[in-house]
């Protein structure tokens, strides 16, 4: 055997004759000898995927530190160490760990996607060595390997066929197609699409029944699903919305404070003469103040708890912050099969020489009925013949589960017709005991149809055919009509064909034969001619229901949705048409995609809501385009071909009970139930959980900066500090386990998903936001600073006049925590100030905290703090009602700016 390297990977093995395919790999049909193989394995190497470089665990464990939110913990962690704080410095340093663990799990998990993809690759595989049948480690295959293949076989390979008997193979996993797909040993064109090459069988790919011989063209990384690994591998995962403006936002506060912290240092030092010691100590005291320590850990708990509800709505979330990014989509890629729709064939439509019926009712379960003109019809004899055929003729079963839901064991058209016949109030047992079946001719390629061979208890016999409707016209000469047999009509029944094509639907028809009643065998001869048409069935994978529904509230909520299928374009058209999708829009092939640069293909995008026929790397790219056009995308799929475009989108989003585990591990999030509309649900959540993070922000950066500015204050007018260090330790400790964590349990805001997505690029803090916080830092300053200086001024201690300032600021904060219920609308109504129970409970707890820090001797002589007289708290309280409601005033005068911003004030306030 000649030793030459055989032909490259990238040859058009499905555009070549079999046995151009066997020279071009120095092979024989009869496989190749030991010796031969033995030294290609060397050349190629073994049959599987080459294992991804991975990081060791402690780089992975110190990359979750390189972050700016952790730094400013430990920059926290630091100060508070200095001022010898050391359960805070313990506190602090807790949450930077516990931060770093989430990460380095959820990033270890994420990399079994390529190990997923390996296990589908076949452990067994039937071959031909030296003339004789061998079972060997699909591992050792090599290229010009002759491989047998059989029904219940994965495809250890990409195999160009050499034989076929009646083989079918499920290539959902690698092309979308919802239905096992025919194979030939026709070669097919160049051009073909992965889904269209019927004389490939590829790795990974499911035999359904049949049998087949195949040349092995590739192994491991050359073969398709090796490319498709290669592409997983390649693909950098997107940082998600909120990690990139949680880092912009870290930035900017981290420089902020650097400036902040080094202009009072100089202020105070070269500009007041302070002692550099002392100001270094003021200094820290600023930055303890303003840094908001809490943010990371209440970060954390809002998506934790995201998680949690998500998971009840069966949506569970394999990455945390995929749970924010959701929130943020602003276009959806949907893959088709076991997605949108059922994954579940159906009848939907039954022509007849008389008339044309509807059937209703979806997948496999006996629900719905026929239907004339919009109007339910009674099961007649004539309908019950065309059930009966399709029920006998036929060899799937149907088994009813304890939980009520429907399993097909067999062929999916075949479990369509088993459903139509018990809509037709058919007894499966009970026909088939009345009417046995004596023989059959199954299905096969070339002659595209089935038979089968009956006779009733009375002696009489009949034949039952069903298959292509082209094929089984021509073996009619009758059709079944309301009188009786009449003489076919062919041009009636080519043009009820073309329409139901047209609508997307898959053709089937039925008919029938007298046989002689002493018959025993079925042979071809036997139904080549005289036999009657019955009917036309038009079968569809239909949509779910609420997934109609669920695109709906995606669109209502200004998110598009675009559908990306490996299926016919046609199949894919009628489907998008029921779901909303792609109306009277064009759709696109891979194949056109091909043709287009990404400049092309950029602008045609808002215009295409369909994409068919579509293989990984198309999915891929289209992904990347969106991408580049601005957009959060959220890309759903349950087969390997989807995973790297699972892995590149904001947001992937696989399919949990019939979604591969590649497609899994590439996702972030998993739907329990495969069920679009849940993706509906969990952007909800979304939104809810980037509003719950807003609110938090909102609240704590103003607090943390009223502390800030009351220490900076006191610096620039050579006051008194009104709040020691310690103090200011104490009061975001309190306030950070208290207050801030309340908000992190908000239920979502009416009319959530009647907005439109946020705008990718906006920043965590908008300038209307800045206003906010600096408004309410000035508010809590002088609040605080203002009955510091009059207590002093009023001849009260020191000690006393420094626990009035904390706790003034610590009731400011729970005034200010119920205004930060709502971002826009007003808190004072019953919802507003009573509607989440923990955040009375919260203030109720702080409340219990600061009388402690104000009664209790240990806690007094660790904070220096004193007791206070009722009057002095009446002048807290009123400090606390007076930004509260300074608060709301600026709420409202924003819901008016909204509604009515072109008009003048005075206008504006007439409206109102």
């Given at each position: 055997m000649d030793q030459s390297t055989p032909a490259a990977p990238a040859t058009a093995w499905h555009a070549l004759e079999p046995q151009q395919a066997i020279d071009l790999l120095r092979s024989a049909a009869d496989g190749l000898s030991q010796g031969e193989a033995g030294a290609r394995l060397q050349r190629h190497g073994a049959n599987r995927l080459p294992a991804p470089r991975r990081r060791g665990p402690l780089r992975r464990l110190l990359l979750q530190l390189h972050n700016l939110l952790l730094y400013l913990m430990l920059a926290a962690a630091g100060v508070t160490a200095l001022l010898e704080h050391w359960v805070d410095t313990a506190v602090i340093l807790a949450v930077v760990v516990i931060n770093a663990l989430i990460g380095f799990i959820q990033e270890g998990k994420a990399e079994h996607a390529l190990d997923a993809i390996r296990q589908l690759l076949s452990p067994q595989a039937m071959v031909l060595r030296d003339g004789e049948r061998r079972e060997i480690a699909a591992a050792q295959l090599v290229p010009g390997d002759v491989v047998m293949l059989v029904a219940g076989d994965k495809v250890p390979a990409d195999l160009r066929l050499l034989q076929v008997k009646n083989l079918y193979i499920d290539e959902a996993a690698l092309t979308g197609e919802s239905l096992p797909v025919e194979k030939s040993i026709a070669r097919d064109g160049v051009d073909a699409v992965l889904a269209d090459r019927r004389s490939m069988a590829y790795s990974g790919t499911l035999v359904s029944s049949g049998q087949g011989l195949g040349l092995v063209v590739a192994t491991g990384a050359a073969s398709e699903l090796g490319r498709i690994g290669a592409l997983l591998e390649q693909v950098h995962s997107l940082t998600t919305p909120l990690l990139r403006q949680m880092d912009a936002f870290s930035r900017g506060l981290s420089l902020a404070l650097l400036l902040f912290a080094l202009a009072t240092f100089a202020l105070g030092t070269l500009w007041r003469g302070q002692d550099a010691a002392e100001m270094f100590m003021l200094v820290v005291a600023l930055t303890v103040a303003a840094i908001p320590e809490g943010l990371p850990a209440i970060m954390t708990v809002i998506l934790a708890l995201g998680v949690q509800r998500m998971a009840r709505q069966n949506a569970i979330v394999r990455r945390l912050p995929a749970v924010e990014t959701l929130g943020s989509v602003t276009l959806i890629c949907t893959d088709k099969t076991g997605t949108l729709t059922r994954n579940e064939m159906t009848v939907q439509r039954l022509v007849s020489a008389a008339r044309v019926l509807e059937v209703s009712g979806v997948g496999y379960a006996p629900e719905g009925g026929f239907h004339l003109d919009g109007a339910h019809l009674e099961v007649d004899p004539a309908l019950r013949e065309v059930a009966r055929a399709a029920l006998l003729c036929n060899d799937a079963r149907l088994e009813q589960q304890a939980d009520g839901s429907w399993r097909l064991h067999g062929d999916p058209t075949e479990g369509a017709l088993h459903t139509l016949a018990l809509k037709a109030g058919l007894e499966p047992s009970s026909e088939q005991a009345q009417r046995p079946r004596s023989d059959v001719i199954p299905f096969e390629s070339e002659h595209r149809f089935m038979a089968t061979l009956h006779h009733d208890h009375r002696g009489h016999g009949l034949i039952y055919l069903k298959g292509a409707p082209e094929r089984i016209l021509e073996m009619c000469s009758q059709q079944r009509g309301p009188l009786g047999d009449q003489p076919l009509d062919p041009d009636y029944w080519r043009r009820q064909a073309s329409d139901l094509a047209a609508r997307g639907l898959r053709l089937l028809a039925i008919a029938s034969r007298p046989a002689d009643p002493e018959r025993r065998t079925l042979s071809y001869a036997d139904v080549e001619s005289g036999c009657t048409l019955l009917a036309l069935l038009g079968l569809i994978d239909p949509p779910r229901e609420e997934a109609i529904a669920a695109v709906a509230e995606c669109r209502r909520a200004g998110i598009a949705v675009k559908m990306i299928t490996g299926d016919h374009v046609e199949t894919a058209r009628a489907i998008g048409a029921r779901l909303g999708i792609g109306l009277a829009r064009p759709a696109l092939t891979g194949a056109e995609i091909e043709l287009l640069d990404e400049r092309r293909l950029r602008e045609l995008l808002p215009q295409v809501e369909v994409f068919a026929r579509a293989s990984p790397a198309h999915k891929l790219r289209l992904v990347e385009a969106l991408q580049a056009g601005g957009e959060v995308v959220a890309m759903t799929g349950d087969g390997v071909n989807d995973a790297p475009a699972l892995k590149r989108a904001d947001v992937g989003v696989a399919m949990g009970r019939k979604g591969t585990e590649a497609a899994k591990e590439a996702a972030e999030v998993v739907l329990a139930d495969d069920n679009f509309a849940s993706i509906a649900t969990a952007v909800r959540e979304g939104r809810a959980i980037y509003d719950n993070l807003q609110k938090f922000i909102l609240f704590v950066l103003p607090t943390n900066g009223g502390e800030a500015l009351i220490v900076l204050a006191a610096i620039l007018f050579q006051l008194t500090l009104p709040l020691t260090p310690v103090q200011v330790l104490w009061i975001n400790m309190v306030t950070s386990i208290t207050l801030g964590l309340a908000l992190a349990f908000e239920p979502a805001e009416r009319g959530l998903m009647s907005r439109p997505p946020r705008p990718p690029g906006q920043a965590m803090l908008s300038p209307l936001f800045v206003w906010r916080v600096l408004m309410v830092s000035l508010l809590m300053m002088i609040c605080a600073l203002g009955l510091f200086l009059w207590e002093l001024q009023r001849g009260t201690s020191l000690e006393s006049a420094r626990t009035m300032a904390v706790n003034t600021v610590v009731i400011c904060e729970m005034a200010y925590l119920l205004s930060s219920r709502h971002i826009y609308a007003s808190v004072l109504d019953?919802?507003?100030?009573?509607?989440?129970?923990?955040?009375?409970?919260?203030?109720?707890?702080?409340?219990?905290?600061?009388?402690?820090?104000?009664?209790?001797?240990?806690?007094?002589?660790?904070?220096?703090?004193?007791?206070?007289?009722?009057?002095?708290?009446?002048?807290?309280?009123?400090?606390?009602?007076?930004?509260?409601?300074?608060?709301?005033?600026?709420?409202?005068?924003?819901?008016?700016?909204?509604?009515?911003?072109?008009?003048?004030a005075r206008q504006q306030s007439a409206s109102g």
């Open positions: 019953r919802e507003g100030l009573l509607g989440n129970p923990l955040v009375l409970l919260a203030i109720a707890a702080c409340l219990g905290l600061q009388l402690l820090y104000t009664y209790a001797p240990p806690l007094q002589r660790l904070f220096g703090s004193t007791a206070l007289a009722a009057g002095e708290w009446l002048r807290v309280l009123l400090a606390g009602v007076l930004l509260l409601a300074a608060a709301e005033l600026e709420k409202r005068l924003i819901r008016r700016w909204r509604l009515h911003p072109g008009k003048p």
